[in-house]
């Protein structure tokens, strides 16, 4: 079992429309969550960090529930622009474990 | 600052060839990580260095593979020799450390080096 486990994905959705992201995490002694973001081709880039009281930048809300080792991203009034693939970060003591990543198209 | 800056950005080789990558972090971050990544396996750490000593190598696939980190603004990932299997993008990341300040634990990469080994 993987130590990072997000949906497999992908998701096709239109502009406009709301999508929410599923991430589980084995390592309960895990600190610190974050989600990242990668274009095709490109470097993960930080989309922003989670915190134990749920947190919003903009369109996106983040959430962790340490009970059940699950962090979730929702993403709402979808852009094309989101299209992209979204990576679930854990970090213990300075080791970040990604997930493999899922997938969200966003058509016109 | 520059960000994180890797060399090449792309290399070719044939097999059995010796591969060096290069990296120079964010100047002030004290943690340097090596990521490999393919589609089969997702984002892999392979070692990661705080303050220029390796901490976690368990990732390294095998003994042809080899990290060293000589100062705080340069690392080197090499490969000897390098196999078919060994074709990916392999990404260096660097970040402050748990007690630096905000925005511990935060990776930043570098664009990364895409190899092709024939």
């Known amino acids: 079992r993987k130590e990072v486990e997000q949906d497999p994905g992908p998701f096709n959705v239109p502009e406009g429309a709301t999508v929410a992201f599923n991430c589980t995490y084995s390592?309960?002694?895990?600190?610190?969550f974050f989600w990242y973001r990668q274009d095709c081709r490109k470097e993960p880039k930080l989309l922003m960090s989670?915190?134990?009281s749920g947190n919003e930048d903009g369109r996106f809300t983040a959430q962790l529930n340490r009970a059940s080792q699950y962090i979730s991203l929702l993403i709402r009034d979808s852009k094309l622009s989101d299209s992209a693939t979204y990576l679930c970060?854990?970090?213990?003591?300075?080791?970040?474990?990604f997930g493999d990543g899922t997938t969200l198209t966003v058509k016109p | 600052d520059a960000g994180v800056i890797q060399s090449p950005r792309h290399e070719v080789t044939e097999m059995g060839q010796e591969v060096t990558l290069r990296c120079k972090p964010i100047?002030?971050?004290?943690?340097l990580f090596w990521y490999r990544q393919t589609m089969m396996r997702g984002l892999e750490l392979l070692i990661y260095?705080?303050?220029?000593?390796?901490?976690?190598d368990s990732g390294m696939p095998e003994d042809r593979f080899s990290a060293k980190m000589p100062n705080a603004s340069f690392s080197t990932l090499k490969i000897q020799p390098s196999e078919p299997r060994d074709s990916a993008v392999y990404f260096c990341?660097?970040?402050?450390?748990?007690?630096?300040?905000?925005?511990?634990?935060?990776?930043?990469f570098g664009a990364g080096s895409r190899l092709t080994v024939l």
């Open positions: 100047s002030g971050h004290n943690s």
């Open positions: 990341a660097s970040s402050l450390t748990p007690g630096q300040g905000a925005g511990a634990n935060v990776l930043t």
């Open positions: 970060v854990v970090n213990d003591a300075g080791k970040s474990t």
């Open positions: 989670v915190y134990s």
């Open positions: 390592n309960s002694a895990s600190q610190s």
């Open positions: 260095f705080n303050n220029n000593v390796p901490i976690d």
